[in-house]
């Protein structure tokens, strides 16, 4: 009797949690995502009017996305540079902490860029058999002399803002973006009607990318569905797709724990003059938290309160550098971004240039720094990085079937960041830190 009372609270308590498991997102995302693949190997070639259904939905999907790219880029670069006039008012201060977020972002986006090259599991498999020709890309890669190509660069950046906007044309959207944003914060007080404007404005986008979001896993399985068909599927490795997400995911997670372990401990020792010890100690509960939340925002809070507690670090510090960082230092971004556009180009059977690969670095980078620290925020960056090279825009449907997990840690690691520049900028601006209480 005891036993059969139980199975049946089991059966019970299985019966309430089921519906709360089917409404988690990245729960349907995988399902739609098997059952896509799935799909399209069982039906083969006799997909027939369902494979034109399944078409149409990916192509509605991918438009809605392309939709909002440019305003979201546009204003999220300005929302973020205007709010933050303390970079050009505070010289020094701002200065440092530019030269450390760009100069971290920099190398995290060149390991991952030298990983992905000296490991690449996933070429073990064919790569897409028939790759969506775009016409998008920044520049033409075969672009002749580096004096030609930086003046594609430039004629692309300095350019029309409603023509930027207009062609998608992303460093040009960037650029005028970053004029505009530091011109609102040197000529306009911090509470201006202007940049609550663009604050009232990116709320809007962020609405409607909710909306579009929630239509993800509809969109994820014609995508797969439809990518699936077209793909040189051999009679052995019918699952490849998922063997090559496997590798790559896995590639993330060992190169963003090399930058986490080595490379910003380190920084922490010989440039903020920190022990590795006492770091570590101090980083323990921000990183935790940035784990389970997925945002450098929402874990603000609890990192301004432990480097202030546990590194000693000057309040007149860290109230700029780590709001300053939640919003524009992402370490783990920048290296997800170019690992994940070699591997789609890989995918796509695009092969990438010295020219198309130093674009990667470049955007890869700038699309970080734009990045909102909110959870999954770097998709909308891997756009600007995948429109940058015409890689397809379907290929972000493919990382959104890993993208979840790789999101808290990338997040732990812009966090871990974000301290480690407040340590170092401590230090190079002379303020001394506080004996750590034994």
């Keep these: 009797m005891p036993g059969l009372l139980r199975l049946r609270a089991s059966f019970k308590l299985g019966v309430s949690v089921f519906p709360a498991i089917m409404r988690n997102l990245t729960v349907q995302v995988l399902l739609a995502a098997g059952l896509g693949v799935g799909l399209a190997l069982a039906l083969g070639d006799g997909a027939g009017q369902f494979g034109a259904l399944a078409g149409l939905v990916k192509v509605v999907f991918l438009d809605a996305l392309r939709m909002l790219i440019a305003p979201l880029i546009f204003f999220s670069l300005i929302g973020g540079i205007a709010a933050i006039g303390n970079?050009?008012?505070l010289k020094t201060l701002g200065a440092a902490t530019m030269a450390y977020y760009l100069g971290t972002t920099g190398i995290a986006a060149v390991l991952g860029l030298i990983g992905v090259f000296l490991i690449h599991p996933w070429t073990a498999y064919p790569p897409h058999a028939a790759p969506v020709e775009t016409s998008l890309a920044l520049i033409d890669p075969s672009s002749g002399s580096l004096l030609a190509i930086l003046q594609g660069l430039l004629r692309s950046a300095f350019t029309n803002p409603?023509?930027?906007?207009?062609?998608?044309n992303v460093l040009g959207i960037v650029a005028n973006a970053f004029l505009i944003g530091i011109a609102i914060a040197v000529v306009l007080p911090p509470d201006n009607l202007l940049t609550r404007a663009v604050d009232e404005i990116?709320?809007?986008?962020?609405?409607?990318?909710?909306?579009?979001?929630?239509l993800l896993p509809v969109g994820i399985f014609a995508i797969l569905f439809d990518f699936t068909q077209r793909m040189a599927l051999g009679d052995s490795h019918p699952g490849h797709l998922l063997a090559q997400l496997g590798s790559f995911a896995a590639l993330v997670v060992a190169l963003t724990l090399i930058h986490g372990t080595l490379v910003l401990p380190a920084l922490a020792r010989f440039l903020g003059g920190v022990g590795i010890a006492e770091f570590i100690r101090g980083i323990a509960r921000?990183?935790?938290v940035a784990l389970s939340t997925s945002s450098s925002l929402?874990?603000?809070?609890?990192?301004?309160?432990?480097a202030?507690?546990?590194?000693?670090?000057?309040?007149?510090?860290?109230?700029?550098?780590?709001?300053?960082?939640?919003?524009?230092?992402?370490?783990?971004?920048?290296?997800f971004e170019a690992v994940g556009a070699v591997f789609l180009a890989y995918l796509f059977g695009i092969d990438l240039s010295a020219v198309t690969i130093f674009i990667i670095f470049l955007m890869a980078m700038v699309a970080s720094i734009g990045a909102p620290g909110m959870p999954s925020a770097s998709m909308a960056g891997m756009q600007m990085v995948l429109l940058a090279v015409?890689?397809?825009?379907?290929?972000?449907?493919i990382l959104l079937i890993v993208e979840r997990p790789l999101d808290t840690i990338r997040t732990a690691l812009n966090v871990e960041g974000d301290m480690t520049g407040a340590a170092i900028v401590t230090r190079i601006m002379g303020i001394r830190r506080k004996p750590v209480p034994a």
């Design 87 to 89: 970079v050009v008012r």
């Design 162 to 168: 409603f023509s930027a906007l207009a062609d998608l």
């Design 202 to 214: 990116n709320k809007v986008l962020a609405r409607v990318l909710g909306w579009i979001i929630l």
């Design 286 to 288: 921000p990183m935790l």
């Design 298 to 306: 929402a874990t603000l809070p609890v990192t301004m309160r432990a």
């Design 308 to 335: 202030e507690d546990n590194l000693q670090i000057d309040p007149s510090v860290t109230s700029f550098v780590l709001p300053l960082g939640a919003t524009m230092n992402m370490d783990g971004t920048a290296l």
């Design 390 to 397: 015409g890689i397809p825009l379907e290929g972000i449907a």
